[in-house]
């Protein structure tokens, strides 16, 4: 078996509904949050600075979208 199969065995016996990639994309979030240069952040993950910046950028605008909205009394 994989380590990746044992991980995925293991959360679903312990009922566990988050996925590893919830948890990666959470990583790269928190990365570009606490202003991890974004050539750093995608040497952390395993990819280019490309990919890096097309993959999880758009999660960190939508979230700061959502945070802004959020103040306003709509």
Same mark, same amino acid.
């Given at each position: 078996?994989?380590? #990746?199969?044992? @991980? !995925?065995?293991? $959360?679903? /016996?312990?009922?566990?509904?988050?996925?590893?990639? +919830? $948890? /990666?994309? +959470? @990583? #790269?979030? &928190? !990365?570009? %949050?606490?202003?991890?240069?974004? %050539?750093?952040?995608? /040497?952390?993950?395993?990819?280019? !600075?490309?990919?890096? %910046?097309?993959?999880?950028? &758009?999660? !960190? %605008? #939508?979230?700061?979208?959502?945070? +802004?909205?959020?103040? @306003?009394?709509?």
């Amino acid at each position: 078996q994989t380590i #990746a199969k044992v @991980f !995925l065995d293991a $959360l679903d /016996r312990d009922e566990v509904t988050i996925r590893p990639y +919830a $948890l /990666r994309h +959470a @990583f #790269a979030i &928190r !990365l570009m %949050e606490k202003k991890v240069p974004p %050539e750093y952040g995608a /040497r952390l993950m395993g990819h280019s !600075l490309q990919v890096h %910046e097309q993959t999880y950028k &758009r999660w !960190l %605008e #939508a979230d700061r979208i959502t945070r +802004a909205m959020s103040s @306003f009394n709509l």
